[in-house]
């Protein structure tokens, strides 16, 4: 019951490392079009905006395979305990989130 409960809280924390990084909670949608249509034109911020994305993929595969594990029947339970995790890590970012990218340095 521990090891279900550390996995579950580690994916949270993974996937709230995600969103961070994506800077999903500071955004407007209108906002983020906006930058992704600036990006467009500038190769630095292609660049930039591509390793955020592999580096948000790459704490939302972790958290995957970290919570992997923990549910006893993969196909029926993974899915919905994934979202739940992504909704308590979106409410984490809502209220870290700045906090945390100020403290990255980003």
Known sequence: MA??????????????LALVVWNVG?????????????AAGELRALFAGALSL???LIFVAAA??????AVANPIADFIPLEIFT??????????????LRRLGGG
Not at 26 to 38: I, V
Not at 64 to 69: M, Y
Request: hydrophobic letters at 60%; glycine letters at 6%.
């Open 3 to 16: 090891d279900a409960f550390l996995r579950l809280a580690g994916a949270i924390v993974l996937d709230t």
């Open 26 to 38: 500071s955004r407007t949608p209108l906002a983020a079009l906006r930058d992704m249509r600036h």
């Open 54 to 56: 592999l580096i948000g």
């Open 64 to 69: 995957a395979v970290l919570i992997l594990p």
């Open 86 to 99: 992504f909704i308590v890590a979106l409410l984490l970012e809502h209220l870290v989130g700045n906090d």
